[in-house]
C-alpha cells in the first residue's frame, strides 16, 4: 500500500532531550516536507526535501533539522525541544512537481513538559 | 503576501442539506488549488485539485469544488451531507516549490 509513515504516533518528552521523529514514504516521491498543525494558525511549513542531499526552510524552521540521505526517509530532529514545539506534526511527500497533492502521513503528536 | 483565507472557521449544517466551504487565495496567477480533509485523529486526504481547463473539478466522497478566476476563490461543495462528512477542511495552493494551506474550516453535521 502506497503510504508515509511517521513514527511515533504518540511522545512525551522532557525540555532539552533530543529527539527524532521518522518519516518514511514508500512511493519514490522526489518531494517530502514536514508541517506543524497548531490551533488556530493552520498548517505550517518546517523544512521541506526536492530530492535527496537537497533541503532547505519552510516558514517555522527554527528549533528543528532534517536530513536527506536517502529519498525515502525525511526525519525530523527536534536537538533541544522546547514547550513551545509541543505540537501535532504531519509528514507529507509528492511525486517531482507539487501540482500533484500531498500524501500524508497520519501524524506524531509531540508533548514537551 | 502569498495567502490562502477560510473565511468560516465552524460551518454546521444538517445531515442531507446541501454544503459550500469558501476558499480564496491571493497570488499574480492561477496556482495549483487542492482541497484536503481531516477526519479527527487522522492525517489529511486529498479530496480534489485544480490545476488548469474545467473550472468545475469534481473529487472523491461527492465534493466537487469550482474555480472563479475573477473572484480568487476555490469553493467546496457537496449537494447532500453525511454524518460522516464532518471534519475539518483545508484548502491549499500551490507555488514556486511551496503548498501553502488554509487555516482550515470545521465542518459540524446536525442529525
Known amino acids: ?113 | 503576501a502569498q495567502s490562502v483565507t477560510q473565511p468560516d472557521i465552524h460551518i454546521t449544517v444538517s445531515e442531507g442539506a446541501s454544503l459550500e466551504l469558501r476558499c480564496n487565495y491571493s497570488y499574480g496567477a492561477t496556482p495549483y488549488l487542492f482541497w484536503y480533509v481531516q477526519s479527527p485523529g487522522q492525517g489529511l486526504q486529498l479530496l480534489l485539485k485544480y490545476f488548469s481547463g474545467d473550472t468545475l473539478v469534481q473529487g472523491i466522497k461527492g465534493f466537487e469544488a469550482e474555480f472563479k478566476r475573477s473572484q480568487s476563490s476555490f469553493n467546496l461543495r457537496k449537494p447532500s451531507v453525511h454524518w460522516s462528512d464532518a471534519a475539518e477542511y483545508f484548502c491549499a495552493v500551490n507555488r514556486d516549490d511551496k503548498i501553502i494551506f488554509g487555516k482550515g474550516t470545521r465542518l459540524h453535521i446536525l442529525p
Not at chain 1, 502506497?2 to 516521491?29: D, E, F, W
Not at chain 1, 505550517?44 to 528549533?63: C, F, H, L
Not at chain 1, 525525511?74 to 514547550?83: A, G
Request: charged fraction near 20%.
Open chain 1, 1 to 113: 500500500e502506497a503510504q508515509v509513515t511517521q513514527n511515533p504516533r504518540y511522545l512525551i518528552t522532557v525540555t532539552g532531550k533530543k529527539l527524532t521523529v521518522t518519516c518514511s514514504q514508500n512511493m519514490n516521491h522526489e518531494y517530502m516536507s514536514w508541517y506543524r498543525q497548531d490551533p488556530g494558525l493552520g498548517l505550517r511549513q518546517i523544512y521541506y526535501s526536492m530530492n535527496v542531499e537537497v533541503t532547505d526552510k519552510g516558514d517555522v524552521p527554527e528549533g528543528y533539522k532534517v536530513s536527506r540521505k536517502e529519498k525515502r526517509n525525511f526525519p525530523l530532529i527536534l536537538e533541544s525541544p522546547s514547550p513551545n514545539q509541543t505540537s501535532l506534526y504531519f509528514c507529507a511527500s509528492s511525486p517531482r512537481g507539487l501540482g500533484y497533492g500531498y500524501t500524508f502521513g497520519s501524524g506524531t503528536r509531540l508533548t514537551v513538559v
